[in-house]
């Protein structure tokens, strides 16, 4: 905004925003509204902001009735501040209509389908306002008025004060211009707002009458009220919710293998695995052959090995030469496994000192030595 000490003219661009209007209502004609004198007090129920032609009727224009704001209970109140009493409100003295009614007229853009109208009335009866007691409407496609109205009797309120919005159902009537009669039930009556419920039709208007009754079941697609939700809004729903199942399901399992692999690994700590054993060869090995693994066993067994039951006991060398000696353990053969670093033992079940001489001697075991440590076998290191 330009700013200066000056007086100057200036030009200034100006946007206005709105919603957009849905109803298709091109004008409403009413009688002016009349003036109201409570307790010294003048209240006013004319059309202030109507942008019509303004006489006896207000003709081709629009205003307080479809503005979006309805009346507070109270009609000496308003919502806008320091305005005069009644201004939310269009109203009308019993007295000027010798008919006993108020004709309104509403001219649409098209041939539409009206479901239903809408009007907020006021029901002070205590100062004498009350709602109408009937709505006679009529509809109009061509140039002519159809002769059979729709008739709606509300029902009559004597105990709440409130204003309250009342439906007129409309029968599903197809025009482009409706008038409606609305008759007195006291004094006064009041409106704030007229708003309808209509789609546009989907077939041509004929002069030819109309039957009336009751309406008969009709498939969606026969039924011009029916409108048909033609938007994306299902799909992208649809595609949205699929897609945050599938992400839980892969968070679901990616945890699951998470806690099981841990578990894996904690009974893996507390279980370790023992290692394979080999299991011998079935055929006995030759004494030639005891006799060679004899001397290397007991040089690759250390004495923290050798426990007080399993101690070998070596056999000084006699006279004879006829069997060689070995220790009193029955371990006489070692097979050496797939990765070379386990070793198992054989015992195999055969008499090697008969016919020799059975004293025999402990083997000192300091004498001893170590010469190779073989792996990790069954019962320890070998």
């Known amino acids: 905004m330009p700013v200066?000490?000056?007086?100057?003219?200036?030009c200034m661009r100006v946007e206005l925003y709105g919603c957009e209007w849905l109803d298709g209502l091109m004008s409403y004609s009413i009688p002016d509204g009349h003036q109201m004198i409570y307790r010294g007090l003048d209240v006013y129920f004319n059309d202030s902001v109507y942008d019509g032609?303004?006489?006896e009727r207000l003709t081709k224009g629009l205003g307080q009735l479809t503005d979006g704001t309805w009346g507070l209970d109270d009609f000496l109140h308003s919502h806008i501040y320091s305005m005069w009493p009644g201004y939310d409100y269009v109203g009308w003295n019993n007295k000027s209509f010798p008919k006993g009614y108020v004709e309104t007229i509403f001219e649409f853009d098209h041939v539409r389908n009206f479901t239903s109208m809408k009007v907020h009335c006021n029901n002070m009866f205590s100062r004498g306002v009350r709602m109408f007691r009937q709505a006679s409407c009529y509809f109009r496609s061509g140039s002519d008025w159809e002769s059979d109205p729709v008739t709606f009797r509300p029902t009559v309120d004597r105990v709440s004060q409130s204003a309250r919005f009342v439906t007129v159902p409309?029968?599903?009537?197809?025009?482009?211009?409706?008038?409606?009669?609305f008759h007195f039930s006291d004094l006064w009556m009041l409106f704030s707002e007229v708003a309808f419920q209509s789609g546009s039709a989907v077939y041509n208007t004929s002069m030819t009458p109309r039957k009336h009754g009751h309406p008969t079941n009709t498939l969606p697609g026969d039924d011009p009220t029916h409108k048909v939700d033609d938007s994306?809004?299902?799909?992208?729903?649809?595609?949205?919710?699929?897609?945050i199942a599938i992400l839980l399901a892969i968070i679901v399992?990616?945890?699951?293998?998470?806690?099981?692999?841990?578990?894996?690994?904690k009974r893996g700590q507390l279980h370790p695995p023992t290692?394979?054993?080999?299991?011998?060869?079935?055929?006995?090995?030759?004494t030639r052959s005891l006799h060679a693994l004899s001397g290397n066993y007991l040089s690759l067994l250390s004495p923290e090995h050798l426990g007080p039951s399993t101690s070998c006991r070596a056999l000084a060398t006699s006279g004879s030469d006829s069997a060689p000696h070995y220790a009193e353990a029955d371990i006489i053969s070692l097979q050496?496994?797939?990765?070379?670093?386990?070793?198992?033992?054989?015992?195999?079940?055969m008499n090697l000192f008969a016919g020799t001489d059975s004293s025999m001697r402990e083997f000192p075991r300091q004498k001893l030595t170590f010469k190779e440590k073989l792996g990790e076998g069954q019962f320890g290191e070998v």
């Open 232 to 243: 994306n809004t299902r799909i992208l729903i649809g595609c949205l919710v699929a897609i």
């Open 275 to 286: 290692p394979p054993m080999r299991e011998s060869s079935p055929s006995a090995p030759t």
């Open 336 to 349: 050496e496994s797939s990765d070379g670093s386990t070793y198992s033992i054989t015992a195999v079940n």
């Open 53 to 55: 032609a303004s006489a």
């Open 170 to 181: 409309l029968g599903d009537r197809t025009a482009s211009a409706i008038k409606c009669r």
């Open 4 to 10: 200066t000490d000056h007086s100057m003219i200036v």
């Open 253 to 265: 399992i990616i945890l699951w293998r998470q806690v099981w692999q841990k578990m894996l690994e």
